[in-house]
């Protein structure tokens, strides 16, 4: 297993992520697009992406959802990324769990895939990210989204836990196919896009393969950028800028 160091200077550009398992290493780290090089950026274990993340305007927003012994917790929490303390906090509800969150800087707005209420299925939801609660349901979701992200035209991408890529209408929900990447996500990640590159940065966790992919936005091509080789589950990632 590799070891992971203490972040002792600001690395340019990088993804920040949740680190939701292995246990020993839960919360916010610091990743090379290229390099498994990680670095953390929080002692704070509790900074749990397990339900959606992103940041947005100097603040991290998540929510985190556990289960264990037949409770539930749902909080969805601000985190500001200066200092990576707390800043507020909500019980949440089950629709507010989601599976993958992009934040659009251009709209300053958040979309993503939510569990629906009912709990069988998914809701492509305009989330208020002010208020800490959903501010539309726009259509329903077929399939989860292993991650989705806004490329440099404001374009909203999403990727299948299957490997399907899609472009998506934010006001219809539409999902116009881009192609496969022919791989599986089974377990909890993200994705992320590079606005200086419009390269899409994608956590895939399963039986066999738990690595950092680069996806091409145009072909849906992925190629891997290395191994996680302490087979992190990276959520809630963004790259800041």
């Known amino acids: ?12 550009p990088q993804i920040h992520a949740s680190i939701v398992y292995p246990s020993n290493i839960l919360g916010m780290w610091a990743y090379e697009l290229n390099e498994w090089k990680p670095t953390q950026l929080s002692i704070d274990r509790g900074i749990l992406a397990t ?50 969150i992009a934040y659009s800087e251009a709209r300053d707005e958040a979309y993503g895939c939510f569990i629906n209420a009912d709990r069988n299925g998914y ?55 881009v192609g496969s990447t022919g791989i599986e996500a089974t377990y909890l990640g993200d994705a ?12 895939v966790c399963n039986d066999t393969d738990y690595g950092l992919y680069k996806v091409d936005l145009a072909t849906a091509t992925a190629t891997k950028a290395y191994d996680l080789l302490n087979e992190e589950q990276l959520c809630g990632m963004y790259i800041p800028h």
């Open 1 to 12: 297993q590799g070891q992971l160091a203490l972040k002792s200077e600001a690395l340019a």
């Open 123 to 177: 809701n492509f939801v305009k989330w208020d990210y002010s208020y800490f609660r959903p501010s539309k349901v726009i259509a329903p979701i077929e399939r989860p989204w292993s991650g989705c992200a806004f490329s440099s035209d404001n374009t909203l991408y999403a990727i299948e836990r299957n490997g399907d890529l899609y472009k998506v209408d934010l006001f219809t929900g539409e999902q116009t196919l």
């Open 51 to 100: 339900g959606g993340g992103f940041e947005a305007k100097g603040y991290y927003y998540f929510t985190r959802y556990q289960q264990a012994m037949g409770f539930e917790e749902i909080k969805t929490v601000s985190y500001d990324t200066s200092t990576w303390q707390a800043y507020d906090e909500f019980t949440g509800q089950i629709d507010y769990v989601a599976t993958t």
């Open 192 to 203: 992320t896009i590079d606005p200086a590159t419009d390269i899409m940065y994608w956590s």
